[in-house]
């Protein structure tokens, strides 16, 4: 029918995608899953705000064992974790606009570099954070083991450390999880301008992880 | 898209019905591993509200039985004579030679029954079978906005309930439903899985709550068919919408208490055990910031069935839609700062009078509530049917189980009754009275939707009367026998209370008969009902536009709302054939439907 | 009776039968350009950089200069930073800016809920003594613990303390600062016999110097954890070292001293400093006589050595110095 050379005549799966029967359009579907997403991150949030919560409660009890607390962690290995995490989050945000703008080999380069973030994150708090505290003794309630103590409520920081950085790490596991799904899916073709509500969701996801340690960062090393 | 214009002319809530016919979602696709096979991976919201209906009817049964071996226990104050023999002890291991052994169990059986029934059965009882099936259809959509997600809350559910329940076959658990630490984190320390099964159930069962709630809030803001103003959805779906707020916000903090619990239950890590620092208030107010709201999650989309079966079985307008709506989301905002009023012997002093004041806010939207039923009707032609029979019996009990909640929140009058039977007939009143009344009410006023056969009204009416005589027997003892002073969770009393326990226990049995006389009822409908029209009450609402039971995809066309859901008097029942039902004439003075009215009659 | 009896076609928009206006849809697909996003990237780096240097010159000011700041500067200027930091991810990185103002509004309901669950926890929590003095404060039974103790009422601290002067006192480090009392004779020896001797000498004595210190350091550690002790403690050590002619301990003292100084935290780096000799005590106990024999056995004098280690006593490193002598 026509003699213009076509770039080729399968389509990509984006472009092929079809939105659910019971939506009327793709965008309000899109719309939806991201609503629905909004509603599941509220949920996240509260549920850290559990450990918020807990941490200021105590904080305000026992302010000796939080400053004595606050000392014992290096602002630095926190530091380089939140610069890791913002890198990561910038780079989640920019595969998302090269989903968009049909980049996807930018878009993939950049998920892997979020990928590593994500392990440079959990290998900083496994190898500089929970391992060598945890082997000189510094470590939650009834397994406090640190002879250097001096305020009695110490275990109890250390307690709302782990808690609060451990259910945190979990989420950056799963975040991580998340990330590999869309990379894979990216590389099959799943995803393009049309199309790329999981690109955008696991997005929101990984920011939240982020957001989460914005305000770990300073409540666990700063301040004292 | 035909449907549309063709709904256009029909003037009023109509889908049309002249366009390709589907089967109904019961239809059986082949053989019955091929059936089985269909349901266990269906999206469909009606069979994910009819599992879900089935899962939490089992475990209501598994409930009551709990709850009748409580009762029988109490039959009698466990007695030491001179001797050392013990009498009046039902349940007790056969080599027993204390007291304590049979408390033990009584302990354990009073434990099972309140969490079964708070997170297996009240929370999801509502929202997740009636509102799973019939808030897609009553705001026209094809669908729940997550299908997929939908399903897997069901499993999630079945797995939460299977973990809990599981932690019977380890021996049960002791702590109450309320888990309150340290007592929870260091009870049964031989074999710490009891209560970490139990917590871990509990846990899961939140994140079922927690998908199901996000799923209806993104259904009814995305999905309401064309022309349905926020104010043209029924009041179920307000209802179910709030409960669904209070769902997703409250949900993740018993997340991470329960998380917290099993922390504290394994690694002992002080959070909630004074003895390494922690605070046990600390984990009352957790446990309360989630479960005060959720117990509006319990009452809220009961309260939507009795006001959608109300208007429907009074055939009257409801009395101030907006009110009504509005109390819903004020019930929704005002159960996050009222969570104190569990702790008034715990909290300070100043925390208690500030939530104290706080919680009689809750009475005004509930009061904007009942007066507005009752305002409904007035003058209306009511049709004495066992749906309106329950709606009835509702308004009786959950005006007691209201003003009973009045003493409690009080503060001087709580810390007589405080941890008393008063407290636990206060809420049986409004979480059985209120929430399973209105369910039983949602069920039968459904019933011919979901499964399309019709039930013996009158043998459901027999029974509910008997369910509300067993329900007054068991509980309204209760209020006397807490007011008198009898502590909640003791497996003995003093003799004088005997002539209370004796007559509290005489009504758990009626309760028995009259929900079996419902079971068989609902059985010998499935099994040689009569087929169901698709309006048999003539509502207004879409639901009662699609066939009964609803097809595959619920209406042949996307319908279209022109009228609000209870403008009985402006419009004809869509699908409504007076033989099938006629409808009462209004009491005097009564404005009568537009069906009735000759003028008017189409 | 608010409810309007019928919907007239006017509010049914035929030219919008989806309600996508009354739903309150909006276009869904944003897109935000990565000059934006560099940019809140760039931004948030400096916060985080920002954040961190108000923390650290906060301990600045009460070290060097001795002003006691308010304790809410610290708390309202992280937290503030944070904030800001976290509307930045949310307006730019989440699209909040851009998106369906539902999402916004969804947020802060949520932020409000996690307001009110802090707000009233904490009015109960912070107001227990306002009528009855004795429900404020440590309560053990029921109450808030006044001690975190282990099972045999032993607060944990000090049950974690008196673990460690008991690992402190165990015959495995004894025996660590026995093979150094060795190795010192022999690197003595060892300086006497030309240049490699004395290279390894040196590297020998500071190895010696280093276990006695970290014991020293040990000894005194739970006096050396009090703030403001640790920074003075350590120059008096190095100054008594140098009195004493040890120039190498004194210089390791001195050092320590100045690295604690440096960070400003009396604290912070008095634990840190701790914890890291703590870990490297641990090496030398475990491996560090090996490596001390391992450099013996390379001197000019091996058979010295051997006599030397292995006459003082018969260690793994002794061992490994033997074997190291057949190579």
Known sequence: MSTIPTQSPIKALWQRYVHAGHFRTAAEEFDACKFGFWLFLSTEVLLFGGIFCAYFIFRTLYPGAWREGSHLLDWRFGGMNTAILLISSYTMAASIYCVQKAQFTRAKINLIITLLCGAAFIYIKLAFEYIPKWSVGKRPGSMFDYPFANDPHLPLWWSVYYCGTSIHAAHVIIGMILIARVLYRTHKGCYGPTHYTMVEVTGLYWHLVDLIWIFLFPLLYLIH | ?602 | MSHAPAHTPEVFDETDPHGQHLHGQHESHVIVGPFTLRTVLIVLLMLTALTVGFAQAEIAIQNWLGIELPWWINVVGAMSIAVVKSLLVMAFFMQLKYDNPINTVLMLFCFFALGLFLMFSGLDLFSRGLVYDFKAGPVIAGGTGSKVVTADGKPMVVAAADRFKQKIGNPEIKEALLVADAVEEFAEEAAKKGEAGEQAAKALEEHVMHLRDLHTIMVHAPALGQQGRSVKELEAMAAAYRGKGKAAAADILAESAKALGAMKMAERGASYSIEQEFKKLGEAAHGGHHAAAHTASNTADKSRARTGVSGALDTEGAAAATKHEGH
């Open chain 2, 1 to 602: 898209m035909a449907g549309h214009t063709q709904a256009a002319h029909a003037g009023h809530a109509h889908g049309g019905g002249h366009g390709e016919h589907h089967g109904s979602y019961l239809e059986r696709k082949g053989g019955l591993i091929h059936t089985i096979w269909d349901w266990a991976t269906t999206v469909d919201h009606k069979k994910i509200g009819v599992m879900y209906l089935f899962a939490i009817l089992f475990m209501f049964f598994l409930g009551g039985v709990a709850a009748l071996a409580v009762r029988f226990e109490l039959l009698e104050p466990v007695r030491v004579a001179a001797d050392g023999t013990i009498s009046g002890q039902f349940f007790k291991p056969a080599d027993a030679s204390s007291i304590s052994a049979g408390n033990n169990i009584y302990n354990r059986l009073f434990t099972l029954h309140g969490a079964i029934m708070v997170f297996m059965v009240i929370v999801p009882s509502v929202p997740a079978s009636l509102g799973n099936f019939f808030l897609p259809l009553m705001i026209g959509a094809k669908d729940v906005a997550f299908p997929r997600l939908n399903l897997l809350s069901w499993y999630v559910y079945v797995a939460g309930s299977i973990f809990a329940v599981s932690s019977i076959i380890l021996g049960g658990v002791d702590t109450g439903w309320t888990f309150y630490a340290p007592y929870s984190t260091t009870t049964d320390s031989e074999m710490n899985s009891k209560v970490v099964f139990m917590v871990m159930g509990a846990f899961i069962l939140g994140f079922s709550s927690i998908l199901t709630g996000l799923n209806f809030i993104v259904t009814v803001h995305k999905l309401r068919a064309p022309g349905m103003g926020w104010f043209d959805m029924p009041l179920f779906i307000w209802a179910v919408y709030s409960s669904a707020i209070i769902q997703v916000l409250a949900t993740p903090v018993i997340g991470i208490t329960l998380l917290l619990l099993t922390f504290e239950r394994i690694f002992r890590i002080g959070i909630f055990d004074p003895a390494l620092g922690g605070d046990p208030v600390l984990y009352q107010h957790f446990f309360w910031f989630y479960s005060h709201p959720v117990v509006y999650v319990m009452i809220l989309p009961g309260m939507g069935i009795i006001s959608d079966v109300l208007a429907v079985q009074a055939h009257k307008k409801i009395f101030g839609y907006r009110a009504i709506a509005f109390a819903s989301l004020g019930i929704a905002a005002v159960s996050f700062i009222v969570w104190g009023h569990h702790m008034f012997t715990s909290m300070s002093e100043l925390a208690s009078t500030v939530f104290s004041a706080l919680t009689f806010l809750v009475a005004i939207p509930t009061a904007v509530k009942m007066f507005n039923w009752i305002g409904t009707l007035y003058k209306s032609s009511i049709a004495l049917n066992a749906p309106m029979v329950y709606t009835l019996i509702f308004l009786f009990l959950f005006a007691i189980g209201g003003l009973t909640g009045l003493p409690l929140g009080t503060l001087s009058t709580d810390l007589h009754l405080h941890d008393s039977y008063f407290v636990v007939a206060h809420f049986h009143y409004v979480m059985m009275g209120g929430t399973i009344m209105a369910l039983m009410a949602g069920i039968h006023h459904w019933w011919p939707k979901m499964f399309g056969k019709m039930y013996n009204d009158k043998v459901a009416i027999i029974a509910a009367l008997i369910v509300f005589a067993g329900f007054n027997l068991t509980f309204m003892t209760q209020f006397l026998l807490g007011a008198q002073g009898m502590p909640r969770r003791y497996a003995s009393y003093v003799d004088e209370f005997q002539t209370l326990h004796r007559w509290s226990t005489y009504g758990s049995w009626l309760l028995l008969v009259g929900f079996l006389i419902h079971l068989f009822n609902f059985l010998a409908s499935l099994a040689v009902g009569k087929k169901a029209p698709a309006n048999p009450w003539g509502g207004l609402t879409l639901e009662w536009v699609a066939d009964s039971p609803p097809s595959e995809h619920n209406f042949d066309h996307e319908p279209i709302v022109r009228n609000g859901p209870y403008d009985f008097d402006t419009v004809v029942p869509p699908h409504w054939d007076p033989k099938d039902y006629p409808i009462p004439a209004p009491a005097a003075g009564g404005r009568p439907m537009i069906a009735h009215s000759p003028d008017k009659q189409q």
